[in-house]
Nanobody
Framework: QMQLVESGGGLVQPGGSLRLSCTASGISFSIYTMGWYRQHPGAQRELVVTITSSGSTNYADSVKGRFTISRDNAKNTVYLQMNGLKPEDTDVYYC?????????WGQGAQVTVSS
């Protein structure tokens, strides 16, 4: 059964760092485009960044230069390193796996940036 499990969320002060992880099971991880999205209460889910099977990335303008996505196909895991966090980065972050018509979501990880 396909599953995406996220970890690494939490509370951090402005300017701080967090790393999110998402480990997949039940899929051929290496062929999937993996991504991170975030959602504020009452708002639409928005793209943070994606990484293709070949390693090409696509970042939202709001996180360029601060966030870095990476993947480890041997561990079926995608990471999101978040530096220089701002209060406006506070959201629930969701891991996404996509390949052709198949798409899966993780359960979400809360990230709160506050002093």
């Amino acid at each position: 059964q396909m599953q995406l499990v996220e970890s690494g969320g939490g509370l951090v002060q402005p300017g701080g760092s967090l790393r999110l992880s998402c480990t997949a099971s039940g899929i051929s991880f290496s062929i999937y485009t993996m991504g991170w999205y975030r959602q504020h209460p009452g708002a639409q889910r928005e793209l943070v960044v994606t990484i293709t099977s070949s390693g090409s990335t696509n970042y939202a303008d709001s996180v360029k230069g601060r966030f870095t996505i990476s993947r480890d196909n041997a561990k079926n895991t995608v990471y999101l390193q978040m530096n220089g966090l701002k209060p406006e980065d506070t959201d629930v972050y969701y891991c996404n796996a996509r390949y052709r018509y198949r798409e899966y979501w993780g359960q979400g990880a809360q990230v709160t940036v506050s002093s």
